[in-house]
């Protein structure tokens, strides 16, 4: 029996919309689970990373705990993959980057919907941070664009790194929303 492809995913600064695009796959799924395993990912609720084969993040890099994930993930991955434009380019969440963070934080937790609101303190939450995307932090093999990337482009992609090709995405299955 061949070895299944080892996949460990990670959620950085981001909607989960990726995680949900490729999860859109529906039945393909059932075909992927035979070919492939994830490892520690937001599906499996697996948090620790373990070697593996292929690394994905969807999301930006939005506080120091977002960039020792990137970094951990791409320390046991042979190839990172990004899923989305707030991994690949910053995206939606770079939009913060026009704020300081006092004005986002207030924007956040003190609205006009919002009586008596207290922005949250606590040590065990990560300050935020300039929003990066993760080749400005870690080595990025390849790329798959979109908000979401559609199913097809994520599984074109995993398709092409089983075939052992780094993906190039044709424009055809891109989406530009
Ligand atoms: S690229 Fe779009 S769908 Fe994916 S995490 Fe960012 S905002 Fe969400």
Avoid at 5 to 29: N, P, Q, R
Avoid at 48 to 67: R, S, T, W
Avoid at 146 to 157: K, L, M, Q
Wanted: hydrophobic share 40%.
């Amino acid at each position: 029996m061949v070895a299944k492809i080892k996949v460990a995913t990670a959620w950085l600064d981001a909607c989960a919309g990726c995680h949900m695009s490729f999860l859109d796959l529906d039945e393909v799924l059932i075909d992927l689970a035979n070919v492939i395993e994830l490892t520690a990912t937001p599906i499996t609720d697996i948090k620790e990373f373990l070697p593996v084969d292929v690394g994905i993040i969807e999301g930006a890099v939005g506080n120091a705990h977002d960039e020792e994930v990137a970094k951990n993930l791409r320390a046991n991955c042979k190839i990172l993959m990004v899923w989305g434009d707030c991994a690949c380019f910053g995206g939606i969440v770079s939009m913060r980057n026009l704020f300081s963070t006092e004005e986002v934080l207030q924007r956040y937790y003190n609205t006009e919907s919002t009586k008596d609101g207290k922005i949250p303190c606590s040590e065990d939450i990560p300050p935020l941070t300039t929003v990066k995307p993760i080749n400005q932090v870690v080595k990025v093999d390849c790329y798959v664009p979109g908000c979401p990337p559609s199913p097809e482009a994520i599984h074109y992609a995993l398709t092409e790194l089983l075939e052992g090709r780094i993906p190039v995405l044709p424009s055809e299955i891109m989406r530009f929303d």
